[in-house]
């Protein structure tokens, strides 16, 4: 697994297990987000933030309430 | 670029020039750091457990033979050795047992050198010379 398999697996955790999400709606959101994009374009950059972090994001840019 | 100028007295006296590239600037700094306590890393294994225990949030999961970490109290007044990168995710899957605590240390690497200053002791050894525009 390379380190952006790793970072979505990470993040894909958090929104499963912290904040209750089912698993396919948590791969869907997390593939249509800003930070899949931004993985895909500085990988190094989304690694200098936890994955809690990343998970936040993604529920703020669907307006999920965390 | 660290430069240590001896000691005085017994006490550590370590004679610090700090640079920070940011933006456009450049800030020189000179610290002139009398009885700080210090720690620089050179053993790269060492330095690496030093990085997962300053990142990891529960005590259990320190990895003693590092020493110490940075976090739980605060253990030195200022660090200074190699950039350490690493991807901060990493820290989920060793906590959830999917990734082991030897994989993560073996992706943390070097990327320059750094001080980082964590007690107020440290910061008030600072003296600020000036701020040039480049």
Redesign the interface.
């Given at each position: 697994m390379d380190?952006a398999e790793?970072?979505c697996?990470?993040?894909e955790?958090?929104l499963t297990k912290k904040h209750g999400l089912k698993p396919a709606e948590a791969k869907r959101m997390l593939q249509n987000s800003v930070f899949y994009q931004t993985l895909q374009e500085d990988p190094?950059f989304?690694?200098?933030?936890?994955?809690?972090?990343?998970a936040k994001e993604i529920l703020d840019e669907y307006s999920v309430p965390h | 670029m660290i430069k240590n100028v001896g000691s005085s007295n017994g006490m550590l006296h370590t004679k610090l020039i700090w640079y920070v590239e940011w933006c456009s600037l450049i800030h020189w700094i000179w610290v002139d750091c009398r009885d700080c306590r210090d720690t620089h890393f050179v053993m790269p294994m060492t330095r690496r457990k030093f990085v997962y225990n300053n990142r990891i949030d529960h005590s259990k999961h320190l990895r003693c033979e590092a020493g110490s970490n940075q976090q739980v109290p605060p253990k030195y007044h200022y660090v200074s050795g190699p950039l350490a990168?690493?991807?901060?995710?990493?820290?989920?899957?060793v906590r959830?047992r999917?990734?082991s605590v030897e994989d993560f240390l073996a992706?943390v690497v070097s990327i320059g050198e750094q001080i980082s200053l964590h007690t107020k002791e440290a910061v008030n050894c600072l003296t600020g010379t000036g701020v040039r525009l480049c």
């Open positions: 380190t790793r970072t697996l990470a993040v955790l958090v190094i989304v690694g200098h933030r936890s994955a809690d972090f990343w | 990168d690493g991807n901060m995710a990493d820290l989920l899957l959830e999917m990734m992706e």
